[in-house]
């Protein structure tokens, strides 16, 4: 393939982004069995991870402080997360998962690791071609 903006390049991620995004959307399948929004279940994800600071957030997520501290106080009142004092830096707030945190958090992750409905159409072999594909695509 000459470039990666040939016709059946745009093609195939037009239709690669509407069967993960539109046709079984793991964001409405998330949010709906947690009962909380998807932005929640990303702060919840990245926080599994490391404890980060409300401005490393924001800086991750390309969001608005504000809503970020929003987002932060609805979690903290649900009991999802709680905030510290950074051992580093004692002006400075670390946020950490809560026991509940961590869990809904796990299930979440879970939700989302769910390939879509449609995979089921796919042979072990078409799975197996699919997944070097992408890991070709993606470098590894």
């Known amino acids: 393939m000459a470039t990666s903006t040939s016709a059946a390049a745009k093609r195939a991620w037009v239709q690669l982004r509407d069967l993960v995004l539109e046709d079984d959307d793991p964001r409405k399948r998330v949010s709906n069995a947690l009962g909380i929004t998807y932005f929640k279940v990303k702060v919840l994800i990245s926080l599994l991870k490391h404890s980060e600071s409300a401005s490393d957030l924001v800086q991750r997520f390309a969001s608005d402080k504000t809503y970020i501290s929003l987002i932060l106080r609805d979690l903290e009142v ?4 709680m905030r ?3 051992p580093t830096d004692r002006r400075s707030k670390l946020i950490m998962l ?3 945190g961590r869990e809904l958090a796990k299930s979440a992750r879970s939700i989302l690791d769910q390939p879509p409905r449609a995979f089921n159409r796919l042979s072990s072999d078409e799975v197996n071609t699919l997944l070097m594909l992408i890991e070709k ?3 590894k």
Not at 78 to 81: L, P, T, V
């Open 78 to 81: 649900d009991g999802s997360i």
């Open 84 to 86: 510290v004092t950074s």
């Open 98 to 100: 809560t026991d509940q």
């Open 137 to 139: 695509i993606m470098g």
